[in-house]
């Protein structure tokens, strides 16, 4: 099938819900839901649609709450609809996997309640300033595997409810290969609660400052971005953060102050697969709600160093059996322990030379109150060039019926 079945569906005026998947569409004709004033979720995705005619979503905008018109053929040409519907209603929106090279002014104008919007998995290269104006409400946006090298400057100034922003796997052109997200991008997002830049080699010295300017963060993802180091007391600001990913990254030296700023919300850090040899008990010390760590896949070096956190495991693993799996610590040296996981070395396994002496823990607190806070930044609303906006010719309903 590759008409859109409008007289079929005609009758059906008190449908809530219509799920038209897989059925090759190509087009969303004028009038295809004028009946079915009641619908409130409509997914249209798995199709080839790539034209949405003027006037197909007449007589749902006041009821629909769910729109999906992901895996489809939709360049930023064709939306033309969505914008001069008045969505009185609607909360959640996907475009995913399309062919949107930006995001065009005006599209969200009258989306006043959106709450999730997917723009994933398109080409998107560069989002302009004001496209993301009307999005008052919007908590949840995913931009995650488009063509993005840089976030410009008050790009998400109006998104001022924001909570999750998903970046991951952005494949952008620069000249440095980096993704680059500044302290002025994120200008606006003072609420922000959960960062993926999962797979996007970022530009570190540029991310750090800017981690430090989003003080509510409890979710932060950060695996497989080529982070090599974390600067000392980097998250002295990031008092809420609990859940910390750096997996498949190089990070080859992890001490106290660099988790300085976490003791009390850190409940979950993922090591695996980095540089790290060892990890002196002082780095978590004082950590009282950690309850799970990942280090599979690092070079540790087990001595005496790592006793406290192989006490740990087995105290952990005394209630919960797999936590020890979990943890996966696997020792790379000595050469007589190599493979063999922390928990399982047994006596005094675990052994350093005469000249060790047992590290003390520091106190940053008066170091960490001469760090400058991050500056809150303005919300005012950027000025928009509304000659770029869409403009719409209805047409009428024989036209494209």
Known sequence: MREFPVKQLKPLKY??????????????????????????????????????????????????????????????????????????????????????????????????????????????????????????????????????????????????????????????????????????????????????????????????????????????????????????????????????MLERNSISILTQAKLYGTEKSLESINLQQNSIKTIDRCVFANSTALKSMFLYGNPLRCDCEIKWLQDWIRERSATEPFFRYMVNGMCQSPEHLKNVPIWNIQGGGLTCGPSYQIPVCNNFENTAQTIPTPTVRTTEQPAVDKSNNFKFTKVSETDHT
């Open 15 to 244: 449908l809530e819900k219509l799920y038209a998947v897989y059925m090759q569409l190509e087009n969303i004709p004028y009038g295809a839901f004028q009946t079915m004033t009641n619908l409130k979720e409509l997914v249209l995705s798995h199709n080839k649609i790539e034209t949405l005619y003027p006037g197909c979503f007449d007589g749902i905008g006041s009821s629909l709450k769910v729109l999906g018109l992901h895996l489809n053929n939709l360049d930023e040409t064709k939306l033309g609809p969505l914008a001069s519907t008045s969505w009185s209603q609607l909360e959640k929106i996907n475009l995913g996997h399309n062919k949107m090279n930006t995001i065009p002014n005006g599209l969200f104008f009258n989306m006043r309640d959106l709450n999730t919007y997917n723009l994933d998995s398109n080409k998107i290269a560069t989002i302009s300033k004001g496209a993301l104006q009307g999005l008052d409400k919007l908590e949840n946006l995913d931009l995650s595997y488009n063509t993005l090298d840089t976030i410009n400057k008050d790009t998400f100034l109006s998104l001022i409810r924001l909570r999750v922003l998903d970046l991951r796997n952005e494949n952008g052109k620069s000249s440095t290969g980096l993704f680059k997200l500044t302290v002025d991008s994120v200008n606006g997002l003072k609420q922000l609660q959960k960062l993926i830049l999962t797979d996007t080699t970022v530009d570190e010295a540029e991310l750090w400052k800017t981690i430090q300017y989003l003080e509510n963060l409890v979710v932060l993802e950060l695996g497989g971005t080529d982070i090599k180091e974390i600067p000392d007391l980097q998250f002295t600001f990031n008092r809420r953060l609990s859940h910390l």
